[in-house]
């Protein structure tokens, strides 16, 4: 947000100013150690023999979220910084959509995974979640985060359904651990609902 992303590329705050009237915002995922928290559930480099991600590391993953979305954190010095940028503007800042299903469901991905870690994932992702709309609302703002609990949204769903997919790539076309073209939708339609 404050730096350039790739060399030539203005920071993101950049692009704001006075005439903005709305900013959407997704943040402190990738800062709480996201890459960190999916390395060793899926048991990769350093974690490969780690039996249980939350004693391993789940009390480090706990204070980055205090820490970045905590007051004066990061995560409000972004709020504050486009405060002063676009003091009129709307910020409707986003959650995260599921990865891990339902508690009691599972799917070839993560039955390949330790239940413990499948658990203690899908904890850490609402406790994100949770941080987000706190920072968000102490900051005057809102959060967003669609629901749909008539099919699996999350990555476990079916390539038509799902809102995020493990590996990425076809049939859904979206990055890995991220969100697919549908769950983009269900956001953007979050979004348009709060403003």
């Not at 990061?74 to 940028?85: F, L, W």
Request: one cysteine or more; aromatic letters at 6%; proline letters at 6%.
């Amino acid at each position: 947000i404050f730096d350039e992303q790739h060399s030539g590329v203005a920071p993101q705050i950049d692009a704001l100013d006075a005439d903005t009237d709305l900013i959407t915002l997704s943040i402190g995922g990738n800062d709480v150690g996201f890459g960190t928290i999916v390395g060793c559930i899926t048991k990769q480099g350093p974690f490969a023999t780690t039996p249980d991600c939350e004693a391993a590391i789940g009390g480090s993953v706990s204070a980055k979220i205090a820490e970045v979305f905590g007051v004066d954190g990061p995560v409000d010095r972004v709020y504050d910084a486009i405060s002063e940028a676009s003091p009129s503007a709307e910020v409707v800042t986003t959650q995260y959509l599921p990865l891990m299903p339902a508690e009691g469901e599972i799917c070839a991905f993560t039955r390949a995974l330790s239940p413990a870690d499948v658990t203690w994932a899908r904890e850490v992702a609402e406790a994100i979640n949770n941080a987000v709309a706190e920072a968000a609302e102490r900051n005057g703002h809102v959060s967003v985060l669609p629901v749909d609990t008539t099919v699996d949204r999350s990555a476990c769903g079916e390539a038509d359904e799902r809102w995020t997919d493990f590996l990425g790539g076809a049939p859904t076309g979206a990055a890995a651990f991220h969100p697919t073209a549908l769950g983009q939708q269900a956001m953007a339609d979050a979004i348009a609902a709060a403003i």
